[in-house]
């Protein structure tokens, strides 16, 4: 007879808007183990499974912390309240943990108290308007399957009993009927029970124990500070509607997303596990992919199944089309679900995609050992050349209907590259090779069509590396000391390290504005590079590794996604956080063609 072995929720604090899926292990008839599903359309020797959640809701209301979602709230900060900033927002639970949050809390009431005195009302800012999760709203940039839970967890609300009984002053609401539940904002300060039992296929009646879980409290998902979109011609932040009504510019985002099969808790243990789990971390990513509201998207370490069963399909609903380019080869597990590569969405609405090239560094790798190196040594180049990486360049046509360039009546290309040059620190060579075969590949493009050039990734390389000097200025010095790591010899010539593109880093243009009130941006830069400060934290490293670059001579940074800085992820905190779910921040540029000038 079937049986149930063992019930357990991969976490137990349950989050608005995640997926709660059960582990069940059950023994089949036969003997054997499995976590197969045993549905009522499909039984097992007449037996299937039956699945309820429930809500069980006290006679006490429980505000939870906004600092710490898994503690609840003793205290409330009344001028969030008078200056009507989202509830979720002014609950603390210690007295400590406000003192301690108060720099980036301070924050949320000078831009209320700013939006007030500007507008009348309250601004809406990139990402800002989604803030709104925890104060009995349900997050509207989610996946379907959390915006419509009555759906998804099993069958219409009002087809279950309104409480099923009740015990020392609480009541326990059924809101589920199948295996997975995905809590609303209804359910924040709630414990949640899932019941697992067998029954009988012809007589519908339980068989054996109800296996029970209790969850802890439910959480609103965590929502870090706005990140507005700033202009670069000295007019100020920019409003998102009449930024996406504009014509003559569109909008690009590069995010390395943090790979789930990189994101363990061995090397961010730092991040609380519910924070790290995927199931959280791909919604909270999602809400904020979706809320830049980008018209071009370019994701790093997207994994294969990621790409096809989550990000492809969501973004689709968002009126995104998807290409997707996986490395090479399996880099940390045999299985091939979890190679992640580069992922490259835009707004159908906005292109037409034209044609795709794929750049697979392994094989000029072999090009390059076939061509240059002496039979002795092919094995080892390879060893030391082989990193799996790869490239996704991608040629896009602007609609006519919504033209994002000057000329409407000619056909306007735009080429956007995305790239993740994921290379050890130690083997400076082969990352200024990668790094020199993609710009080589790019200006093969270039030279056969006038087309507006974007590349996009994470190069993992510091603002003044020997990669960043050949993106940003066509060459590097021959005197650089990354230079001097070469034995294979594959960077000689020194003098073939040169393009012709006329490549600029987005996010110099702040660098470049002289107007008032763009100091604050520019403390975000380092001083000698125009680069930001950092696009990667964690506790073992704090710097620049993303950039998008444009071609000068055909376009134009209109305006630019605000950097992050230290008081807005918090002191002592490292990315990934239970705000931000992945270890990069993302960037994010507006564009605008101009006519073609003179290539360097």
Same mark, same amino acid.
């Given at each position: 007879?079937?049986?149930?072995?063992?019930?357990?929720?991969?976490?137990?604090?349950?989050?608005?808007?995640?997926?709660?899926?059960?582990?069940?292990?059950?023994?089949?008839?036969?003997?054997?183990?499995?976590?197969?599903?045993?549905?009522?359309?499909?039984?097992?020797?007449?037996?299937?499974?039956?699945?309820?959640?429930?809500?069980?809701?006290?006679?006490?209301?429980?505000?939870?912390?906004?600092?710490?979602?898994?503690?609840?709230?003793?205290?409330?900060?009344?001028?969030?309240?008078?200056?009507?900033?989202?509830?979720?927002?002014?609950?603390?639970?210690?007295?400590?943990?406000?003192?301690?949050?108060?720099?980036?809390?301070?924050?949320?009431?000078?831009?209320?108290?700013?939006?007030?005195?500007?507008?009348?009302?309250?601004?809406?800012?990139?990402?800002?308007?989604?803030?709104?999760?925890?104060?009995?709203?349900?997050?509207?940039?989610?996946?379907?399957?959390?915006?419509?839970?009555?759906?998804?967890?099993?069958?219409?609300?009002?087809?279950?009993?309104?409480?099923?009984?009740?015990?020392?002053?609480?009541?326990?609401?059924?809101?589920?009927?199948?295996?997975?539940?995905?809590?609303?904002?209804?359910?924040?300060?709630?414990?949640?029970?899932?019941?697992?039992?067998?029954?009988?296929?012809?007589?519908?009646?339980?068989?054996?124990?109800?296996?029970?879980?209790?969850?802890?409290?439910?959480?609103?998902?965590?929502?870090?500070?706005?990140?507005?979109?700033?202009?670069?011609?000295?007019?100020?932040?920019?409003?998102?509607?009449?930024?996406?009504?504009?014509?003559?510019?569109?909008?690009?985002?590069?995010?390395?997303?943090?790979?789930?099969?990189?994101?363990?808790?061995?090397?961010?243990?730092?991040?609380?596990?519910?924070?790290?789990?995927?199931?959280?971390?791909?919604?909270?990513?999602?809400?904020?992919?979706?809320?830049?509201?980008?018209?071009?998207?370019?994701?790093?370490?997207?994994?294969?199944?990621?790409?096809?069963?989550?990000?492809?399909?969501?973004?689709?609903?968002?009126?995104?089309?998807?290409?997707?380019?996986?490395?090479?080869?399996?880099?940390?597990?045999?299985?091939?679900?979890?190679?992640?590569?580069?992922?490259?969405?835009?707004?159908?609405?906005?292109?037409?995609?034209?044609?795709?090239?794929?750049?697979?560094?392994?094989?000029?790798?072999?090009?390059?050992?076939?061509?240059?190196?002496?039979?002795?040594?092919?094995?080892?180049?390879?060893?030391?050349?082989?990193?799996?990486?790869?490239?996704?360049?991608?040629?896009?046509?602007?609609?006519?209907?919504?033209?994002?360039?000057?000329?409407?009546?000619?056909?306007?290309?735009?080429?956007?590259?995305?790239?993740?040059?994921?290379?050890?620190?130690?083997?400076?060579?082969?990352?200024?090779?990668?790094?020199?075969?993609?710009?080589?590949?790019?200006?093969?493009?270039?030279?056969?069509?006038?087309?507006?050039?974007?590349?996009?990734?994470?190069?993992?390389?510091?603002?003044?590396?020997?990669?960043?000097?050949?993106?940003?200025?066509?060459?590097?010095?021959?005197?650089?000391?990354? /230079?001097? &790591?070469?034995? !294979?010899?594959? @960077?000689?010539?020194?003098?073939? $390290?040169?393009?012709?593109?006329? #490549?600029? %880093?987005?996010?110099?243009?702040?660098?470049?504005?002289?107007?008032?009130?763009?100091?604050?941006?520019?403390?975000?830069?380092?001083?000698?590079?125009?680069?930001?400060?950092?696009?990667?934290?964690?506790?073992?490293?704090?710097?620049?590794?993303?950039?998008?670059?444009?071609?000068?001579?055909? /376009?134009? &940074?209109?305006? !630019?996604?605000? @950097?992050?800085?230290?008081?807005? $992820?918090?002191?002592?905190?490292? #990315?990934? %956080?239970?705000?931000?779910?992945?270890?990069?921040?993302?960037?994010?540029?507006?564009?605008?063609?101009?006519?073609?000038?003179?290539?360097?």
């Amino acid at each position: 007879m079937l049986s149930v072995v063992r019930v357990h929720l991969p976490s137990e604090i349950p989050i608005v808007g995640c997926e709660l899926t059960p582990y069940v292990l059950l023994r089949r008839p036969d003997k054997t183990i499995s976590t197969d599903d045993v549905s009522e359309i499909a039984p097992l020797d007449g037996h299937f499974l039956r699945y309820k959640w429930y809500r069980v809701q006290s006679d006490k209301k429980v505000a939870v912390c906004s600092i710490h979602p898994s503690e609840q709230a003793t205290l409330q900060c009344l001028g969030c309240v008078k200056a009507k900033i989202p509830l979720s927002k002014s609950y603390h639970c210690t007295t400590k943990c406000f003192s301690d949050a108060w720099q980036h809390h301070r924050v949320l009431h000078d831009r209320a108290a700013s939006a007030l005195n500007e507008n009348g009302n309250e601004e809406e800012e990139v990402f800002g308007r989604f803030n709104s999760t925890g104060s009995g709203t349900i997050n509207s940039s989610l996946s379907a399957s959390a915006s419509s839970a009555s759906l998804t967890n099993g069958s219409a609300t009002n087809l279950y009993p309104a409480a099923i009984t009740q015990r020392s002053g609480e009541t326990w609401f059924e809101v589920g009927r199948s295996k997975t539940y995905t809590p609303t904002a209804d359910d924040v300060g709630h414990v949640l029970k899932f019941e697992c039992v067998v029954v009988d296929a012809e007589t519908k009646l339980p068989l054996g124990p109800v296996n029970t879980i209790l969850t802890s409290r439910v959480i609103p998902a965590p929502s870090p500070i706005p990140r507005r979109q700033i202009r670069v011609d000295g007019v100020g932040h920019l409003d998102v509607d009449a930024r996406m009504t504009t014509s003559g510019t569109f909008t690009v985002l590069s995010y390395n997303i943090l790979s789930e099969a990189y994101a363990s808790s061995d090397l961010y243990n730092y991040c609380p596990s519910w924070a790290l789990s995927w199931p959280y971390r791909r919604q909270n990513l999602l809400r904020e992919i979706v809320g830049y509201r980008a018209d071009i998207i370019c994701l790093q370490e997207v994994q294969s199944d990621h790409y096809d069963e989550f990000f492809s399909p969501e973004l689709d609903k968002h009126g995104y089309y998807g290409l997707y380019k996986r490395k090479t080869n399996e880099v940390y597990s045999s299985n091939t679900n979890t190679i992640d590569g580069c992922a490259t969405f835009f707004r159908r609405d906005r292109f037409s995609h034209v044609k795709k090239y794929e750049v697979e560094f392994n094989k000029a790798a072999q090009s390059l050992t076939e061509a240059t190196i002496p039979t002795t040594q092919k094995k080892s180049a390879l060893n030391r050349l082989v990193k799996d990486n790869v490239a996704l360049i991608v040629v896009l046509e602007a609609k006519v209907n919504n033209q994002p360039f000057d000329n409407p009546g000619k056909r306007q290309l735009l080429c956007v590259a995305n790239t993740h040059v994921n290379v050890p620190q130690d083997l400076k060579d082969v990352k200024i090779w990668q790094v020199h075969t993609l710009l080589k590949g790019l200006e093969k493009i270039a030279a056969s069509a006038d087309i507006p050039m974007l590349v996009c990734g994470d190069f993992n390389s510091v603002p003044g590396s020997a990669p960043h000097a050949l993106l940003a200025m066509g060459k590097v010095d021959p005197s650089h000391p990354d /230079l001097a &790591v070469d034995p !294979l010899n594959i @960077l000689r010539p020194h003098s073939k $390290l040169v393009h012709q593109l006329p #490549l600029v %880093s987005a996010y110099s243009s702040f660098a470049r504005t002289v107007s008032l009130g763009y100091d604050q941006h520019k403390r975000r830069l380092d001083s000698g590079t125009n680069e930001p400060l950092f696009t990667n934290v964690t506790r073992d490293f704090i710097g620049t590794l993303d950039y998008i670059f444009y071609t000068a001579d055909s /376009l134009v &940074v209109e305006s !630019l996604l605000e @950097l992050l800085d230290e008081e807005s $992820l918090r002191k002592d905190t490292a #990315l990934p %956080s239970p705000e931000w779910s992945s270890d990069h921040i993302a960037l994010l540029a507006e564009f605008r063609c101009c006519k073609n000038k003179s290539r360097r």
